[in-house]
T-cell receptor
């Protein structure tokens, strides 16, 4: 597609439920990033994929957070046993262009706003 | 990644030029400076990137002094639609390199 697409745009879940957030990156993009943005804050890095390999997951806040990208295209961020502090906007991004050249700005989707009740 | 410091907020009026300065004293030799714009309910959008001196595109200009310890984003003749949060980032900021956002600068353009 022309841009990064994320779904759903909004998700409301009860505390303790599992949720799955989807990211469709720009076609052919090798790299994919997930960020978490709390209200009034800048986005914070969660995890990074290069094709299907998850090369960096240092930003995942707990073992309840799990991300995958099995075929190197669509990625899913899963949060198990959700807590209220998980409420945030979850953003997906991939660099413009193909390959892994440095200095290519990241292109963001509009995010999924997750609200945990 | 180098830490950045930028004003929390700025007010301006339509038609004025807005200049946002970002400090990044610990910028590394290989780091680039990148600015993103974010509107409510949208993801950050790339505005401009530079390494040194001056970069200009159809949206903004980026001024970087010789020591590269700061940079200034210049938005010419702003309109109400330029009301947004502007983030300054330093780093390789690209494929394989996670972005580190600060709190950004909230720019409010008034009529």
């Amino acid at each position: 597609g022309a841009g990064v697409s994320q779904s759903p745009r909004y998700k409301v879940a009860k505390r303790g439920q599992d949720v799955a957030l989807r990211c469709d990156p720009i076609s052919g993009h090798v790299s994919l990033f997930w960020y978490q943005q709390a209200l009034g804050q800048g986005p914070e890095f969660l995890t990074y994929f290069q094709n299907e390999a998850q090369l960096d997951k240092s930003g995942l806040p707990s073992d309840r957070f799990f991300a995958e990208r099995p075929e190197g295209s669509v990625s899913t961020l899963k949060i198990q046993r959700t807590q209220q502090e998980d409420s945030a906007v979850y953003l997906c991004a991939s660099p413009k262009g193909q390959g892994t050249r440095s200095n290519q700005p990241q292109h963001f989707g509009d995010g999924t706003r997750l609200s945990i009740l | 990644l180098a830490k950045t410091t930028q004003p929390i907020s700025m007010d301006s009026y339509e038609g004025q030029e807005v200049n946002i300065t970002c400090s990044h004293n610990n910028i590394a030799t290989n780091d680039y400076i990148t600015w993103y714009q974010q509107f409510p309910s949208q993801g950050p959008r790339f505005i401009i990137q530079g390494y040194k001196t001056k970069v200009t595109n159809e949206v903004a200009s980026l001024f970087i002094p010789a020591d590269r310890k700061s940079s200034t984003l210049s938005l010419p003749r702003v309109s109400l639609s330029d009301t947004a949060v502007y983030y300054c980032l330093v780093g390789l900021g690209a494929a394989g390199n996670k972005l580190t956002f600060g709190g950004g600068t909230r720019v409010l353009v008034k009529p």
